[in-house]
């Protein structure tokens, strides 16, 4: 996946040097509880970083980059493009389906740190536009717990609406954004 670079923010492939990333985003329980679910040893995020760094290499341009200040070279933490095998999933128009969707997921962590100074919304919005643009990403989606009223701000902020689940498991809603910037 290439870098792109916003008025304040670096978005660039991770590195096996990037393993302030740990403190930033997995070390800390409150970050982890809304994206991962719970922390991760350094250990784990070496091996996270190699996996991401080999991911980076890719030719689907999809995959994970590390958000950096560019003011000091800072790690405020990570946005992604992603592929999601929704099995969780039913959209109301594909609710009688047999088949699982497949979907392009725009996610996100950042430290604690660095929340509420618009670098989140900063950064999802440069990731936004390039894979509506540049890869022609028809539809982004992201499943946020209805807790996380942060991240519901944010989506809405970038112009996701929420789509009802029909799934017999329901999980609540899937925010959704369609690709208008094409048309």
Not at 144 to 164: H, M, Q, W, Y
């Amino acid at each position: 996946m290439q870098a792109i670079e916003t008025e304040r923010l670096l978005l660039r492939p991770f590195t096996d040097a990037d393993i302030a990333i740990h403190e930033v985003v997995f070390a800390d329980p409150e970050v982890c509880r809304f994206y991962c679910g719970k922390t991760r040893s350094e250990q784990q995020v070496r091996e996270w970083l190699i996996y991401r760094r080999w991911q980076a290499g890719s030719s689907d341009d999809l995959g994970f980059l590390a958000v950096v200040r560019k003011e000091d070279g800072q790690i405020l933490g990570l946005v992604a493009l992603q592929l999601l095998l929704g099995v969780w999933l039913r959209l109301e128009e594909d609710a009688d389906s047999p088949f699982n969707p497949q979907l392009i997921e725009l996610s996100y962590a950042f430290g604690r740190a660095f929340q509420g100074q618009g670098y989140a919304y900063e950064a999802c919005h440069a990731l936004m536009v390039h894979g509506f643009t540049s890869l022609r990403i028809a539809r982004l989606t992201n499943d946020i717990d209805p807790e996380n009223t942060p991240s519901i701000r944010l989506v809405e902020k970038l112009g996701f609406r929420p789509a009802a689940n029909r799934h017999p498991d329901n999980r609540g809603p899937v925010w959704i954004r369609d690709n208008d910037l094409l048309g």
